[in-house]
Nanobody, 115 residues
Framework: QVQLVESGGGLVQPGGSLRLSCAASGIIFSLNNMDWYRQAPGKQRELVALITSGGSTNYADSVKGRFTISRDNAKNTVYLQMNSLKPENTAVYYC?????????WGQGTQVTVSS
């Protein structure tokens, strides 16, 4: 079955960096677009970044220039490099893949940006 496992979250000071990872199994990873979403307390889940099977990327305006999504098809893993983190980036970050109009999610990884 499809399984997505995120890691790399934690507590970081404003201006710091984190790299999130999402290991996928149960899918032909190289053929699928992969997304990162986040959900802050009291807010709806929102798309942060996506990477297509061909390597094209797109970002939410709020993270452009600070976050970078990438993928390693040999490792079935998608990454989210987050730099210049701000307190408003605090959220649970989720990996997502959509297969035949069905969304699959990981368990999420908590990112807390605080001094």
């Amino acid at each position: 079955q499809v399984q997505l496992v995120e890691s790399g979250g934690g507590l970081v000071q404003p201006g710091g960096s984190l790299r999130l990872s999402c290991a996928a199994s149960g899918i032909i990873f190289s053929l699928n677009n992969m997304d990162w979403y986040r959900q802050a307390p009291g807010k709806q889940r929102e798309l942060v970044a996506l990477i297509t099977s061909g390597g094209s990327t797109n970002y939410a305006d709020s993270v452009k220039g600070r976050f970078t999504i990438s993928r390693d098809n040999a490792k079935n893993t998608v990454y989210l490099q987050m730099n210049s983190l701000k307190p408003e980036n605090t959220a649970v970050y989720y990996c997502n893949v959509r297969l035949r109009l069905r969304d699959f999610w990981g368990q999420g990884t908590q990112v807390t940006v605080s001094s």
